[in-house]
Every structure is written in C-alpha cells, then in structure tokens.
Nanobody, 114 residues
C-alpha cells in the first residue's frame, strides 16, 4: 500500500499549482482522501478532504482558492491550488483513511516566494 505525492514546486505569489497523489496496493475508491500541510515549526494540519462519495471539506484559510478532487479510475487524488500565498509554503502530505487504515505519503514541498 503506497501513496506518492507529486507536483510540488517553487513559485511566486498568485500562482497556481496542482498536486497529485497516486495510490497503489489499495481499493482506492473506498478510501476517504485528504491533503495536509506542515510548515516549519508548526503542526501538520488539514487542508482539504474528500470522502469516498465525493463530499469535500476545506480549511477556512484555503476556501475558494483550493479544490480537492479524485479520479477513482486513475487511483489518484488531486489538490488544485490557486492564488497561492507565501503562507501556503509547506510540505503537503496525502492521506488515505478507511476503517483502521491510515496511510500517509512522503510529502511534496510547495514554496511560495517572490
């Protein structure tokens, strides 16, 4: 069972980025998926989540800027990030949960700086 994130980058404020989380070794469609971020010296916190049925939720700080989605045919979850701000700088982690399963990816770095 594995989650592999990709798409992290260094970009300027106001830019856009799409993160991907590719799953393997699991029945992807039954898992709730989520993106978390962790900035230096801070705790990991929830950015956005999507249930197996497609219901979404977002941290207040990213509402109207970020969109989480999933493609069950590709076993992949996405995080579309728009209007990026320097405070969005963090390592972004993908998470999958179903019953007692709690799976994490290795993280991908997003840096927003002018």
């Amino acid at each position: 069972v594995q989650l592999v994130e990709s798409g992290g980058d260094l970009l300027q404020p106001g830019g856009s980025l799409r993160l991907s989380c590719a799953a393997s070794g699991m029945i992807f469609g039954i898992y709730a998926m989520a993106w978390y971020c962790q900035a230096p010296g801070k705790q990991r916190e929830l950015v956005a989540g999507i249930t197996a049925s497609g219901r979404t939720n977002y941290a207040d700080s990213v509402k109207c800027r970020f969109t989480i989605s999933r493609d069950n045919g590709k076993d992949t979850a996405y995080l579309q990030m728009n209007s990026l701000k320097p405070e969005d700088t963090a390592v972004y982690y993908c998470n999958a949960r179903y019953r007692n399963d709690d799976i994490w990816g290795q993280g991908t770095q997003v840096t927003v700086s002018s």
